[in-house]
Nanobody, 113 residues
């Protein structure tokens, strides 16, 4: 079992920045992939970014604006979000994959003037 606790969401103006954090506990030694997804109102959940064995991948819509990173000592994955746009408004979910897939509780990000 893996438990995930997210933090860092909030309200920001267009062009601003936020950093999301997701702290993992439990069976963390078996984590293969850590990532972030988001779900905007009225839309399905979409993949945003992931990191595995130090390699990172990003959705086209966030590439060059968002950066995913992992602190193994703190068992935490981060999502640094820069140049935020109104269309980035969504609930952001942390995801961890071992032999199973685990989800955080979600954190709201609202980009609005």
């Amino acid at each position: 079992q893996v438990q995930l606790v997210e933090s860092g969401g909030g309200l920001v103006q267009p062009g601003g920045s936020l950093r999301l954090s997701c702290a993992a506990s439990g069976s963390i030694s078996s984590i293969n992939v850590m990532g972030w997804y988001r779900q905007a109102p009225g839309k399905g959940r979409e993949w945003v970014a992931s990191i595995t064995s130090g390699r990172t991948n990003y959705a086209t819509s966030v590439k060059d604006r968002f950066t995913i990173s992992r602190d193994n000592a703190k068992n935490t994955v981060y999502l640094q979000m820069n140049s935020l746009k109104p269309e980035d408004t969504a609930v952001y979910y942390c995801n961890v994959v071992t032999t199973l897939s685990y989800w955080g509780q979600g954190t709201q990000v609202t980009v609005s003037s």
